[in-house]
């Protein structure tokens, strides 16, 4: 390989086999090195390879602008994450959580406080990637002599759920955003509080999260009959009456076209994980 570019004195670029543009990083590997020149294969400590043009110019970009040990601890806990999840992340990440580690390290210094409206959930519905955003936070110790509030292992998670699914941030927020606001409802209009460790929760979290990621993906369950919706709406008013509040919410916020079958289903949780019993001529 030869010297393509020298962003610094720990970033390079070059060709790999295929004649494809390459990041490489390795401590002093770009130190009194010209263009052209064969790299130095005894210091390259990582090689980046993005997916499109693009993407390589904004890594490139990225890396003139943080500190060295911000890339290597982010690329230690992607490694660790590909690992522990046993799944590709979306080469973007090298980009959105460098960034992050850069700018929650510099906030930290500084005394600049920092709370997730979204912990619990995404420490909830997440939690494998929760328990990798935990390791990463000893990772960003080690390289950068900081310790972060365990809040940022759920921001840390949060861009590891990303970059496993369609690598657009905001359709994950927004899925989350319709799984506490759910949880919410529920809470404020029954008064009743969840046992977070019954399966019965454990199934209404995880029908959350396939109900919002439908809502996002505007694929919403078609009804089938009115029979079970009448029978739930009848048996179990005051959790229909919860459901009918979530998708009005949902309807409202995400401009969503919500049929009674989600409605109906949401309906059968909500009974489940309050305890809900059949009417008893009392209404809402």
């Known amino acids: 390989m030869k010297v393509r570019k020298i962003l610094n004195n720990n970033v390079i670029t070059s060709n790999n086999e295929f004649g494809q543009e390459i990041i490489i990083m390795g401590n002093g590997i770009g130190w009194r090195h010209k263009p052209g020149e064969p790299v130095d294969e005894s210091k390259i400590e990582k090689i980046f390879h993005m997916d499109t043009a693009t993407s390589t110019a904004k890594l490139k970009q990225l890396f003139l602008e943080v500190k060295i040990e ?150 919403t369950l078609d009804s089938q009959g009115d029979f079970l919706y009448n029978t739930m709406k009848e048996n179990y008013p005051e959790e229909f009456w919860c459901a009918e509040k979530i998708v009005k919410y949902v309807k409202r916020q995400y401009k969503s076209d919500i049929g009674k079958e989600e409605t109906t289903f949401l309906t059968v949780h909500i009974a489940r994980i309050t305890g809900g019993q059949k009417n008893n001529g009392k209404q809402p």
């Open 70 to 219: 911000s890339i290597r601890a982010s690329a230690e806990i992607i490694d660790y994450a590909k690992t522990h999840l046993g799944t590709e992340l979306k080469k973007n990440i090298y980009i959105t959580l460098t960034d992050h580690i850069d700018f929650a390290v510099e906030r930290c210094s500084k005394g600049v406080s920092f709370k997730s409206a979204l912990f619990y959930e995404i420490k909830t519905l997440y939690s494998k990637e929760y328990q990798v955003g935990l390791y990463a936070l000893d990772i960003i110790k080690k390289h950068m002599g900081v310790t972060l509030p365990e809040e940022e292992a759920a921001s840390i998670a949060l861009h590891l759920v990303n970059a496993e699914y369609d690598g657009n941030m905001a359709h994950t927020e927004a899925a989350i955003d319709i799984v506490s606001s759910s949880l919410n409802v529920v809470r404020l209009l029954t008064g009743k509080a969840f046992d977070e460790t019954s399966l019965d929760y454990q199934r209404f979290l995880t029908h959350l999260l396939f109900f919002a990621q439908r809502v996002l993906n505007n694929k």
